[in-house]
């Protein structure tokens, strides 16, 4: 789908998804708690917006206009939960000379509550990355394997976190780094298997935890079109369970809305990716009745 043909649907996108056999209008009888998921990817240190000229983007993106379109989403609902699924690093010159300090701060200003890592928060090395998270104020979660390196501890493989009383269990996946990060920069990071990992994590949250929700923070990419059996996102919610929704990165891809696929168990997951440079803000509603029964209602908006 061309970026623009892309803008002009989105713009009018609002999908309601059942993650259940039942609709919205079956929960009015009784008490709906309604937690909302903002969500970004691939951001690549793009602080402002697109200059007005820019042949793809005019205008677009930026910190500032994405702060205000969370400022009001909070003020309609403040059960937010605000997620991110890596490459927060690498793209523009403040990249470059803070080396990822205003982009933790700025991320800090708006809220954000969990964040995984991708293969460009390397960059700098896993030193430089342990040295800016001071600066983080939320959490990183991931499954790469940190145990011989100095970002042991530092990274944890999930967080619970209690959001009106809902309780979401959020977990991390990273892209294989051999072929896309030199060895100098993430020294002894141990790649996991992204499906053992996401079998083993949910499990824990859904089954041992009891989590409501449970949502994975993916970087291993949506689907490659030049390797069908690579894993990615629509592999990972086929061959796993108990996971409610993925959100993606590493691929750029631009999905006008979140995509529905089957698990294991013949279970809808969600998948949704909103692109790259902060174009659009990802928001899915989850819905939940007092038994826990579950639907959504998600879309992209524009930056």
Known sequence: MKRRDFIQKTAATSAFLGLTSFSLSSFKSEKVKHITILHTNDVHSYIDPFPADHPRNPGMGGVAKRATIIETIRKENPNVLLLDAGDI????????????????????????DIVTLGNHDFDNGIDGLLAQMPNAKFDFVSNYGFENTVLDGHVKPYKIKYVDGVKIGVFGLGVELQGLVDKKNCKETVYNDPIESATDMARILKQENQCDIVICLSHIGYTYKEDPNKVCDLILAKKTKDIDLIIGGHTHTFLDKPVIEKNLDGKDVLI??????????????FYLTSDKEIASQGKSIIV
């Open 272 to 285: 949704n990716q909103v692109g790259c440079y902060g174009l659009n803000l990802g928001r899915i509603n």
């Open 89 to 112: 690093f690498q793209g523009t010159p403040y990249f470059n000379y803070y080396g990822g300090e205003l982009e933790f701060k700025l991320m800090n200003m708006m809220g954000y």
